[in-house]
């Protein structure tokens, strides 16, 4: 009955859903951010520990969401540990066009291998009212991103 | 499918047939719509009433000294006497037609609201309403400082009458505005008890039907209420239309809620002076094609008769009780004993996001979140939300075996 769907739950997803990866709070985070979408209720935290150059030192989230939402937030949080602000940002805006298109033209020029990792979720594009739960941890990396030491930032993917 | 079961004296296969988009697919396989409490899907009959005002007898009421207007206020006003006869209303002027439910208890709650209620007096809800008739009433309480009660839900689902008494016990409570039918527990509340209950503590009631008037035959008088609110578009009418009855009484007493247009009797620089009930709540142009087609959705659903949809309800949701029930690791809201075609339910192993994405490749259309009922998830400690199947006329036994079977698959999918 649901063979297809197979595409968007694929293996790797349900485990990240199962079982996120960084699901804690971090203590003396320098940024964090708290993401909602405010439609379905799902809700996540995100702490970020940044070197003094400016890298992600460590990335971590607590909340609660459906299966894709989750995974997205653990297939993040492991993605952007070591990347700079910029890098993060930059794999966001590839993200976003991959979970609408479900494809990602500028993948093969640096950043290929986290963009590969986040290839699974790819399949969310041909659920329109799914790409949201796919976003949301990547809108809310953003709102820390910009955020200053101690604010906790809001993002919304609605 | 094969086709549906036929309820005795009720022919679902010919009612099918009065709805053009149940034929349709989707992703290849036959649509199973039960998404009806949300919105529910149009019969031929109200289509075609709804296009034969627009081509033949369409102008702005209540205006023109011309045929076509006096033939479009002929129409408007009848739609008016359906309605008041549909919820036997004493009088067609008690209906006041408006665009939603949300609108009629809105108009109520700032209308009678900051009108009539006064400080110090309190407004009673239940913990299962749709935020329909919850935000107004909040939005009350900031503005004027009149108290918000919250009338408890036993965990089985029903309103706790025993609260609801010692709510109003204190004598300070001006209106009580509980849902007659819960969107989520498919509860249907004794209407007739919680009014009298109010009357005699000295409240007003205000009962939101948007799904009791689908689901049950309403006597506004045998109940006894004093506000009744309902939609066209879960009634199988148009959306853009809904319907707040409310006694004459009530309605002269309480100011207008919007100006403009329809709802004066005189207006010079300095003042107006207002237009009888109910023109006074119906300022501008109102939804006069939508009430053509509210008109023809109550004669659609008045000709198979209330008891005989109610008889055929009453044996899909015995259906869906027992074969929802037998699916391990799911979880039914509410086990109310009177009860109308509404599941909410969780799995528990999967989001009802995720869920209801499933669902929707086998074709079976549910609703998932909290259904406008945020408070009432979180009193029964389900923040995720539930996905909820809601039922319409045209709903099949057959349809309730595919989901129960789709949602057991849907469990070892995620296992």
Same mark, same amino acid.
């Given at each position: 009955?649901?063979?297809?769907?197979?595409?968007?739950?694929?293996?790797?997803?349900?485990?990240?859903?199962?079982?996120?990866?960084?699901?804690?709070?971090?203590?003396?985070?320098?940024?964090?951010?708290?993401?909602?979408?405010?439609?379905?209720?799902? &809700?996540?935290?995100?702490f970020?520990?940044?070197? /003094? $150059?400016?890298?992600?030192?460590? =990335?971590?989230?607590?909340? #609660?969401?459906?299966?894709?939402?989750?995974?997205?937030?653990?297939?993040?949080?492991?993605?952007?540990?070591?990347?700079?602000?910029?890098?993060?940002?930059?794999?966001?805006?590839?993200? &976003?066009?991959?979970?609408?298109?479900?494809?990602c /033209? $500028?993948?093969?020029?640096?950043? =290929?291998?986290?963009?590969? #990792?986040?290839?699974?979720?790819?399949?969310?594009?041909?659920?329109?009212?799914?790409?949201?739960?796919?976003?949301?941890?990547?809108?809310?990396?953003?709102?820390a991103l910009?955020?200053?030491?101690?604010?906790?930032?809001?993002?919304?993917?609605? | 499918?094969?086709?549906?079961?036929?309820?005795?004296?009720?022919?679902?296969?010919?009612?099918?047939?009065?709805?053009?988009?149940?034929?349709?697919?989707?992703?290849?396989?036959?649509?199973?719509f039960?998404?009806?409490?949300?919105?529910?899907?149009?019969?031929?009959?109200?289509?075609?009433?709804?296009?034969?005002c627009?081509?033949?007898?369409?102008?702005?009421?209540?205006?023109?000294?011309?045929?076509l207007s006096?033939?479009?206020?002929?129409?408007?006003?009848?739609?008016?006497?359906?309605?008041?006869?549909?919820?036997?209303?004493?009088?067609?002027?008690?209906?006041?037609?408006?665009?939603?439910?949300?609108?009629?208890?809105?108009?109520?709650?700032?209308?009678?609201?900051?009108?009539?209620l006064?400080?110090?007096?309190?407004?009673?809800?239940?913990?299962?309403?749709?935020?329909?008739?919850?935000?107004?009433?909040?939005?009350?309480r900031?503005?004027?400082?009149?108290?918000?009660?919250?009338?408890?839900?036993?965990?089985?689902?029903?309103?706790?009458?025993?609260?609801?008494?010692?709510?109003?016990?204190?004598?300070?409570?001006?209106?009580?505005?509980?849902?007659?039918?819960?969107?989520?527990?498919?509860?249907?509340?004794?209407?007739?008890?919680?009014?009298?209950?109010?009357?005699?503590?000295g409240?007003?009631?205000?009962?939101?039907?948007?799904?009791?008037?689908?689901?049950?035959q309403?006597?506004?008088?045998?109940?006894?209420?004093?506000?009744?609110?309902?939609?066209?578009?879960?009634?199988?009418?148009?959306?853009?239309?809904?319907?707040?009855?409310?006694?004459?009484?009530?309605q002269?007493?309480?100011?207008?809620?919007?100006?403009?247009?329809?709802?004066?009797s005189?207006?010079?620089?300095?003042?107006?002076?207002?237009?009888p009930?109910?023109?006074?709540?119906?300022?501008?142009?109102?939804?006069?094609?939508?009430?053509?087609?509210?008109?023809?959705?109550?004669?659609?659903?008045?000709?198979?008769?209330m008891?005989?949809?109610?008889a055929?309800?009453?044996?899909?949701?015995?259906?869906?009780?027992?074969?929802?029930?037998?699916?391990?690791?799911?979880?039914?809201?509410?086990?109310?004993?009177?009860?109308?075609?509404?599941?909410?339910?969780?799995?528990?192993?999967?989001?009802?996001?995720?869920?209801?994405?499933?669902?929707?490749?086998?074709?079976?259309?549910?609703?998932?979140?909290?259904?406008?009922?945020?408070?009432?998830?979180?009193?029964?400690?389900?923040?995720?939300?539930?996905?909820?199947?809601?039922?319409?006329?045209?709903?099949?036994?057959?349809?309730?075996?595919?989901?129960?079977?789709?949602?057991?698959?849907a469990?070892?999918?995620f296992?």
């Amino acid at each position: 009955m649901f063979d297809d769907l197979r595409d968007l739950y694929q293996e790797v997803i349900l485990d990240h859903g199962r079982k996120p990866r960084n699901f804690r709070r971090l203590e003396n985070a320098d940024r964090s951010a708290r993401g909602d979408n405010p439609m379905c209720g799902d &809700r996540m935290g995100l702490f970020l520990k940044l070197t /003094p $150059d400016g890298h992600i030192a460590d =990335a971590a989230f607590q909340g #609660r969401g459906c299966a894709i939402s989750m995974a997205s937030a653990s297939l993040m949080t492991e993605t952007v540990k070591g990347k700079t602000a910029a890098e993060a940002e930059e794999l966001g805006t590839r993200f &976003r066009g991959l979970a609408m298109t479900g494809t990602c /033209p $500028d993948c093969g020029t640096g950043l =290929a291998d986290e963009m590969e #990792r986040l290839q699974p979720l790819s399949g969310v594009h041909e659920y329109p009212s799914r790409v949201k739960c796919a976003t949301l941890a990547w809108h809310t990396l953003n709102a820390a991103l910009e955020g200053t030491p101690g604010e906790e930032r809001m993002a919304s993917s609605e | 499918m094969d086709g549906p079961i036929l309820s005795a004296g009720f022919d679902v296969a010919r009612i099918r047939q009065d709805f053009p988009i149940l034929s349709q697919t989707v992703r290849g396989k036959p649509l199973v719509f039960l998404d009806s409490g949300a919105s529910a899907q149009k019969p031929r009959q109200m289509i075609e009433a709804m296009v034969r005002c627009m081509e033949t007898a369409y102008a702005n009421v209540h205006r023109g000294a011309y045929h076509l207007s006096e033939q479009a206020t002929e129409a408007y006003e009848a739609a008016r006497a359906a309605v008041a006869r549909f919820l036997n209303a004493a009088d067609p002027r008690e209906i006041i037609f408006t665009g939603s439910s949300t609108m009629a208890i809105n108009l109520v709650a700032h209308s009678y609201g900051r009108g009539v209620l006064r400080p110090g007096q309190a407004v009673v809800v239940s913990e299962m309403e749709h935020h329909a008739n919850l935000v107004p009433w909040q939005m009350l309480r900031d503005d004027t400082g009149i108290e918000l009660r919250f009338c408890r839900v036993t965990d089985a689902g029903e309103l706790d009458l025993e609260d609801l008494a010692a709510k109003l016990a204190d004598g300070k409570v001006g209106l009580v505005a509980v849902t007659h039918m819960s969107n989520v527990l498919g509860t249907v509340t004794p209407a007739q008890r919680i009014t009298a209950m109010a009357h005699a503590a000295g409240a007003k009631v205000l009962l939101d039907g948007s799904q009791a008037a689908v689901h049950r035959q309403v006597d506004v008088q045998a109940i006894g209420a004093d506000f009744y609110a309902f939609t066209g578009h879960k009634l199988y009418g148009p959306t853009g239309i809904g319907v707040l009855w409310a006694r004459l009484e009530h309605q002269e007493r309480m100011p207008p809620f919007m100006g403009g247009g329809d709802m004066i009797s005189l207006v010079t620089q300095e003042r107006s002076e207002w237009a009888p009930p109910p023109a006074k709540f119906e300022a501008g142009t109102p939804p006069i094609i939508e009430a053509v087609g509210l008109h023809a959705a109550i004669d659609y659903v008045t000709a198979i008769g209330m008891p005989a949809l109610e008889a055929h309800e009453r044996q899909l949701v015995d259906h869906a009780m027992r074969r929802l029930s037998d699916i391990e690791g799911l979880t039914l809201l509410g086990r109310a004993q009177d009860r109308g075609g509404v599941f909410a339910f969780a799995l528990d192993n999967a989001h009802p996001h995720d869920l209801s994405t499933l669902l929707d490749r086998a074709g079976i259309a549910v609703r998932a979140g909290r259904h406008c009922a945020e408070p009432l998830h979180a009193r029964f400690g389900l923040e995720a939300g539930t996905c909820r199947a809601s039922f319409g006329l045209y709903t099949t036994e057959q349809e309730v075996d595919y989901l129960a079977d789709a949602l057991t698959k849907a469990r070892e999918f995620f296992t």
